[in-house]
Nanobody, 121 residues
């Protein structure tokens, strides 16, 4: 019912910024919580942050306040603004949709294909 497509990834240097986008389609999308996750080489997929249907946000401590999630007025696109990027931020970044607010992978019903972010020192 929901299709998610990430974009905006790329290769940058430490200290640079990137903004990722997640375009969504589906009749019930506006009622979903949208989460961002990332998976670095050799590591488990981890929660980055999420935004609720009423625009409440929450973040993992791992991003140290450097990342911001937002949603456009139509709520068809969500964004992940990443500032002061570090090499350890290198990962494939995924957006996902859930009916509940949760940092758990199990709570999300739909996933995007992922977009690669590479940060060089």
């Amino acid at each position: 019912q929901v299709q998610l497509v990430e974009s905006g990834g790329g290769s940058v240097q430490a200290g640079d910024s990137l903004r990722l986008s997640c375009a969504a389609s589906g009749r019930a999308f506006r009622t979903y919580v949208m989460g961002w996750f990332r998976q670095a080489p050799g590591k488990e997929r981890e929660f980055v942050g999420a935004i609720s249907w009423n625009d409440y946000t929450n973040y993992s401590n791992s991003v140290n306040g450097r990342f911001t999630i937002s949603r456009d007025n139509s709520k068809t696109t969500v964004y992940l603004q990443m500032n002061s990027l570090r090499p350890e931020d290198t990962a494939v970044y995924y957006c996902a949709a859930s009916h509940t607010f949760s940092p758990s992978l199990d709570g999300y019903d739909y996933w995007g294909q992922g977009t690669q972010v590479t940060v060089s020192s």
